[in-house]
């Protein structure tokens, strides 16, 4: 009888030792890092309001009032061969003082930040290895290229019309 | 009887060989005329005889045809003292009726604008057109794009203005042929508007081979990293050559525009007329093998039919004007042109109950009387002074519009070939 209550005893002793054990506590120290999209997944067209709306917060930072955006639809639908409009348009509003765009001193100061900032201004993503070097490359061989330049480019690209 | 002449091309399907007919002539002019107009103002020269119940005839279409003005209630002209009483003086000393052959009752099957377009460009009204809605058959411009080979500067469709399905009418959805055939489109109302200056005027241009070859460098590489999922971003696909060239003639004409050096009518006070300007310099800088002009303002009978009566006195003066030029400023091009003309559609026999300032009644278009119209050509090859059918002998229908250009520029049996154009479209040189 005393030994089936020791046993008992000895039990319940274990399950309060058990019960009182505090959990290890683990801290992985990890950098921050911005998650972008990555290209494979945009297979969504833009309409012709999605990309002029986009087109104008990407060069001015800030969004398009709805007469502005009604005005350069209209006149888009005024010409029949979309890709020479929108160079037309984009070039225009390239000229525009207002824009955000980088001066050509700034931009050959850093090329690496160039790059960076332009993928992810247009194409909402990070430059890999391969389109950061020859990006960098381009501008280095050819001093004549200016941000507006670049920015064209981009703005003009099969990627940039989806999302 | 033609010959048959069989002419290498280049095409943008990437065929390289293309058979043609002998041409007629080498360049077609389509002026769709003018947003819906009835045979009674028209061709039948009632004035406001068969509209308004008052005993005024006449014939306010000088430029196109034979017949005296109106005597009295003039009010489709300029203003003097009195609202539109100066009638335009006449454009052409000899008219185009007797210049050509006119057609005088034409059966136009489809009443609505945009399916009379339709009808006119595709040659079917087998279709249903929706608005905001391409094509479902080709277009006479991918036609002669793909069958004759020509380039998207060699094809050009000038709206005056951008309202529903206007732009979309320079290509179909057609699988066979769609936006790689597509013409060139413009709508000067709108492109040299303030707001066209406001967003295509004045932009940078680059150095074609020095920027612009970099640019494309890049774009290239960046369309390399994006596996797309679609070719198509709609419009016409001209040639990087042919996007400097047409770039170059659109900064010219803003240029000239803004001091005023644009070659335009006479009289320039409403949309079509000041668009026929600019058809004036497409023409001049390209020398389309086919420009279709899209006049449309008569289309405000819907509401008032005094300004109607102005709108077709300014469309017929529009043509006028554009056939003077071509003659006067284009020689060579004037020995090698067709000037075909025709609306879309009529309009209602009887009127709606709008009325205008002249307490005249307004008309829509739905009834058997819409689909009566009239067409002319005139120019290369056409006989003279010709007048065919009457309002009991119906000749022609719109959909051999389509027949027509293709019989003028060689390829129409290329065209009938398809099996899409109605089954009883002809060339109207085949009804002569």
Redesign the interface.
């Known amino acids: 009888m005393n030994m089936h209550v020791s046993r008992w005893m000895l039990l319940l002793g274990l399950l309060f030792i058990a019960a009182c054990r505090s959990d290890d506590q683990y801290l992985y120290e990890v950098n921050t890092l911005d998650v972008l999209a990555s290209n494979d997944h945009k297979s969504r067209q833009k309409s012709e309001d999605q990309y002029l709306a986009t087109l104008y917060t990407n060069l001015y930072q800030e969004s398009v009032s709805g007469n502005k955006l009604a005005d350069m639809r209209e006149v888009m639908a005024s010409f029949g061969d979309k890709d020479l409009g929108r160079q037309m348009l984009i070039s225009r509003l390239l000229v525009d003082p207002e824009i955000n765009i980088p001066t050509n001193a700034e931009m050959r100061a850093d090329l690496d930040g160039f790059v960076e900032e332009t993928y992810r201004r247009f194409l909402v993503r990070e430059p890999s290895m391969a389109e950061r070097t020859y990006l960098k490359n381009i501008l280095i061989k050819n001093p004549q290229l200016t941000p507006d330049m670049i920015y064209l480019s981009f703005t003009l690209a099969e990627e940039y019309q989806f999302y | 009887m033609a010959g048959i002449l069989s002419m290498p091309y280049i095409l943008p399907s990437g065929r390289v060989f293309a058979k043609t007919n002998s041409r007629k002539a080498n360049h077609v002019v389509l002026i769709l005329f003018a947003g819906g107009i009835r045979q009674q103002e028209s061709i039948l020269q009632r004035y406001l005889e068969g509209s308004q119940n008052e005993a005024l005839p006449g014939n306010i279409l000088y430029n196109l045809l034979e017949g005296e003005p109106p005597e009295d209630k003039i009010v489709y002209g300029q203003n003097g003292s009195r609202a539109g009483e100066i009638p335009i003086d006449r454009m052409l000393g000899t008219t185009l009726q007797k210049q050509g052959t006119l057609f005088r009752e034409v059966n136009a099957s489809n009443v609505g604008h945009y399916g009379g377009l339709n009808v006119c460009l595709q040659g079917t009204d087998q279709a249903t057109q929706g608005l905001k809605q391409r094509p479902l058959n080709p277009t006479i411009f991918e036609y002669l794009r793909r069958h004759a080979g020509l380039s ?1 500067t060699d094809t050009w ?1 000038i ?1 005056s203005g ?1 309202g529903n399905s206007i ?1 979309l009418l ?1 290509h179909s959805l057609h699988p066979d042929y769609g936006e790689a055939y ?10 040299f508007s303030s ?2 200056y ?9 150095h074609p081979e ?2 612009l070859a ?6 290239t ?3 390399l ?6 070719d198509s ?6 040639t990087k050559a042919e ?1 400097v060239i ?2 170059d003639f ?1 900064e010219d004409l803003y240029a000239r525009t803004r001091t005023q050096e644009i070659l335009m009518p006479p009289v320039r006070d409403n949309n079509d007329l000041k668009s026929i300007g600019y058809a004036a310099e497409v023409i001049r800088r390209f020398q389309p093998a086919l420009t279709v002009v899209n006049l449309e303002s008569s289309d405000v009978c819907h509401s008032n039919f005094t300004q109607y009566l102005g709108n077709m006195h300014r469309a017929d003066h529009a043509v006028g004007f554009l056939w003077n030029y071509i003659q006067q400023n284009l020689p060579q091009m004037a020995e090698e042109t067709i000037l075909l003309v025709v609306p879309e559609c009529g309009r209602n026999e009887n009127p709606n109950p709008i009325r205008d300032e002249n307490n005249w009644f307004a008309y829509d278009h739905s009834d058997l009387n819409s689909q009566r119209v009239f067409g002319m050509m005139a120019g290369k090859n056409v006989p003279q002074n010709l007048s065919i059918g009457d309002e009991n002998n119906p000749i022609g229908q719109t959909s051999d519009v389509v027949l027509t250009i293709a019989d003028i520029l060689g390829i129409k049996e290329q065209v009938a070939q398809q099996g899409l154009v109605h089954p009883s479209s002809l060339s109207w040189f085949d009804r002569i």
Do not use: M, W
């Not at chain 2, 597509?182 to 492109?191: D, E, G, K, R, V």
């Not at chain 2, 406001?198 to 680059?206: C, K, L, P, S, V």
């Not at chain 2, 970099?214 to 774009?219: A, T």
């Not at chain 2, 971003?233 to 001209?238: A, R, T």
């Open positions: 998207a469709f709206g951008i732009p320079h597509a013409a060139n489109f413009l709508a000067p109302s709108i492109t707001k066209g406001e967003h295509f005027a004045d932009g940078r241009t680059y020095q920027e970099p640019i494309q460098q890049i774009k590489f960046l369309d990293q994006y596996d797309k999922v679609s971003l709609g419009g016409v696909q001209n996007q047409v770039r659109l």
